[in-house]
């Protein structure tokens, strides 16, 4: 194998496990998401996707501050699958987001 070729596969190994890396990383945010707000108004489900799960609104931190992201309708990956809404968690003196998921 060339120099050049070792160092191709050298270097695409090397940013495979870095982005390996980052994807579980979480950002800690030292300052506290404002509380969720008070009313969002749920629409009725699109006639189209009688089935489809609403996901509620959240504060996304977009960098320098918090964002409004409103809710969506979104469709369930399976028969029955309930969607939990993602959240802040206080941790370790900042907030970190843990990510809504589907459940049974």
């Not at 060339?2 to 979480?26: D, E, H, R």
């Not at 501050?65 to 409103?70: A, C, K, N």
């Amino acid at each position: 194998m060339t120099n050049v070729k070792k160092y191709l596969v050298t270097a695409t190994c090397g940013l495979m496990l870095a982005a390996t890396l980052t994807a579980g990383a979480q950002f800690v945010v030292r300052i506290g998401p404002p509380p969720p707000r008070p009313v969002e108004v749920v629409p009725p489900p699109p006639p189209e996707h009688p089935g489809w799960a609403w996901h509620n609104g959240y504060h996304r931190w977009d960098g320098h501050g918090y964002v409004w992201v409103p809710g969506s309708y979104v469709e369930a990956p399976y028969a029955h699958a309930h969607w939990v809404d993602g959240h802040w968690a206080n941790r370790g003196g900042g907030y970190v987001w843990v990510e809504g998921h589907w459940r049974h």
